[in-house]
């Protein structure tokens, strides 16, 4: 059974770092690009980064450019996001999914979605 699965949130204080990790099982994330979401309470998912299968293209939404660092190891079949600088407005549960594309994906081309690890900035 393929499967994506989130690990590395918490709890830090506004100004702290974490780093998210995506694991894959049953299924080589080699020709997936793969997405980080976040999902606030009352709020709309939010596509936070993304990066193509090769890693050599990246966005990141304009809320967290220059704060968050997405990067992935194929030989792991893992993806990271590094969070620096967070903020209470970070708050939220993240998501990872992947994409059989190569490029960076419209949300409607993801295919695996991980249930999610919960990060929570607050002092």
């Known amino acids: 059974q393929s499967q994506l699965v989130e690990s590395g949130g918490g709890l830090v204080q506004p100004g702290g770092s974490l780093r998210l990790s995506c694991a894959a099982s049953?299924?080589?994330?080699?020709?997936?690009?793969i997405g980080w979401f976040r999902q606030a309470p009352g709020k709309e998912r939010e596509g936070v980064s993304s990066?193509?299968?090769?890693?050599?293209?990246?966005y990141y939404s304009d809320s967290v450019k220059g704060r968050f660092t997405i990067s992935r190891d194929n030989a792991k079949n893992t993806v990271y996001l590094q969070m620096n600088s967070l903020k209470p407005e970070d708050t939220a549960v993240y998501y990872c999914?992947?994409?059989?594309?190569?490029?960076?994906?419209?949300?409607?081309?993801?295919?695996?979605w991980g249930q999610g690890t919960q990060v929570t900035v607050s002092s």
């Open positions: 999914a992947a994409a059989p594309v190569g490029g960076l994906p419209a949300q409607d081309e993801y295919t695996y």
């Open positions: 049953g299924v080589t994330l080699d020709y997936y690009a």
């Open positions: 990066i193509s299968s090769s890693g050599g293209s990246v």
